[in-house]
């Protein structure tokens, strides 16, 4: 069972970079597709980006250009780099880890990110 832990989150104007990462423990992420996924208040959760155990990866609509998922499976860690930020990025991001081929996942707790116009 893997367990992962989100930080990076913060206060940032429009227009800047955060970049949040992911830490896994309890197992080797090179077993797992992960994703990001964020919650903006009063809104759905929605998928972000995700990126395969081969490196494979995909955006939302809303983020791709702006958003870079990247994975170190030596690390155990998977990186979100956000550019570009926008007022509407403004949500709780959260790490998931689903292991190939299976259905359940592992939510982290998730990190803040506000991005103030």
């Known amino acids: 069972q893997v367990h992962v832990v989100e930080s990076g989150g913060g206060l940032v104007q429009a227009g800047r970079s955060l970049r949040l990462s992911c830490v896994a423990s309890?197992?080797?992420?090179?077993?797992?597709?992960m994703g990001w996924y964020r919650q903006a208040a009063g809104k759905q959760r929605e998928l972000v980006a995700g990126?395969?155990?081969?490196?494979?990866?995909v955006y939302s609509k809303s983020v791709k250009d702006r958003f870079t998922i990247a994975r170190n499976n030596a690390r155990n860690t998977v990186q979100l780099q956000m550019n570009s930020l926008k007022a509407e990025d403004t949500a709780v991001y959260y790490c998931?880890?689903?292991?190939?081929?299976?259905?359940?996942?592992?939510w982290g707790q998730g990190t803040q990110v506000t991005v103030s116009s």
């Open positions: 309890g197992s080797t992420l090179s077993g797992y597709a």
């Open positions: 990126i395969g155990s081969n490196g494979t990866a």
């Open positions: 998931v880890a689903r292991p190939i081929g299976e259905s359940h996942e592992y």
